[in-house]
């Protein structure tokens, strides 16, 4: 298997998803999700986005129903990471980052 790689990012109305990301839904078990990136050599960093964006940017999706979220930027943190989905769910906008575990000797 190939492991997972960073690609271009280009973003409708602020949502994307990787290429080579499976199509997991509700459904798809949490266990299989950690296995997936468990086997790609990382794991997924969450960053919700009513925890994350400017309050202007909250209230405009929440209180005014705009689903536009491309003036929200989400950055993780972890070193090598890279973006592999944001996403709406029931609780609002969500991006997923995948974090390589750190290898040693390096």
Known sequence: MNQIQAVTVERDEGYWTHPDLPEWDEGTPRAECIAWAAANGGDFVVIWFEADAPENLIERYFDDGDIDISDWNPVCDK????????H???DGPVALFFAPNEQEGK
């Open 79 to 86: 070193v090598g990471s890279f973006l592999l989905s944001i």
């Open 88 to 90: 709406d769910t029931e």
